[in-house]
T-cell receptor
Framework: KQEVTQIPAALSVPEGENLVLNCSFT??????LQWFRQDPGKGLTSLLL?????REQTSGRLNASLDKSSGRSTLYIAASQPGDSATYLC??????????FGQGTRLTINP | DAGVIQSPRHEVTEMGQEVTLRCKPI?????LFWYRQTMMRGLELLIY????????DSGMPEDRFSAKMPNASFSTLKIQPSEPRDSAVYFC?????????????FGPGTRLTVT
């Protein structure tokens, strides 16, 4: 059974810092990995999707990497801003579009 | 595009009552998903449809839960009878299933409270 773990559970950093969020999964047989952002009381917003054949994806200040063999992904946020404060969720697709989610990292950017 | 639309946004009901949650996927998407989010268990897939057909309902907790997708633009998740442990946020998501892309787009969720 696929399990997804995100560390740390919470992170607080000052504005302007670069930071890395971590995601690990137990079964390397994945179709893709998706990073989401969730604001309090809101739905999930897709940030980046990495296909299993890819190593990384970039969107603006965000860069996500994927190492299938080691079962790891990282989300790098450059020059963090208070507006980046949210919970970040990692999810892996185990096939047929089934997503298994991690518990998330709650990120706080302090002005 | 309006995105995935869910209604109601909030629902408070008493134990034993029937609850119906509704979802309108993004136009043109051919897959629809129902998820449940709780503090204890995080986000869990309940059921998903492809081309209006239920593909995997292994996440549906018990017979009290049922889901339908009568057409490509509408789906319901019904709980009958509801119980306090069903209190959670229920999300609907949709995607366009292509050979190499399965990006899912989520609705704002329905916060269900069963007293």
């Amino acid at each position: 059974k696929q399990e997804v773990t995100q560390i740390p559970a919470a992170l607080s950093v000052p504005e302007g810092e670069n930071l890395v969020l971590n995601c690990s999964f137990t079964d390397s047989a994945i179709y893709n990995l998706q990073w989401f952002r969730q604001d309090p009381g809101k739905g999930l917003t897709s940030l980046l999707l990495i296909q299993s054949s890819q190593r990384e994806q970039t969107s603006g200040r965000l860069n996500a990497s994927l190492d299938k063999s080691s079962g790891r992904s990282t989300l790098y946020i450059a020059a963090s801003q208070p507006g980046d404060s949210a919970t970040y969720l990692c999810a892996v697709s185990t096939g047929a579009q089934k997503l298994v989610f991690g518990q998330g990292t709650r990120l706080t950017i302090n002005p | 595009d309006a995105g995935v639309i869910q209604s109601p946004r909030h629902e408070v009901t008493e134990m034993g009552q029937e609850v119906t949650l509704r979802c309108k996927p993004i136009s043109g998407h051919n897959s629809l998903f129902w998820y449940r989010q709780t503090m204890m268990r995080g986000l869990e897939l309940l059921i998903y449809f492809n081309n209006n057909v239920p593909i995997d309902d292994s996440g549906m907790p018990e017979d009290r839960f049922s889901a339908k997708m009568p057409n490509a633009s509408f789906s319901t998740l019904k709980i009958q009878p509801s119980e306090p442990r069903d209190s959670a946020v229920y999300f609907c998501a949709s995607s366009l299933e292509l050979i190499d892309s399965y990006e899912q787009y989520f609705g704002p969720g329905t916060r269900l409270t069963v007293t």
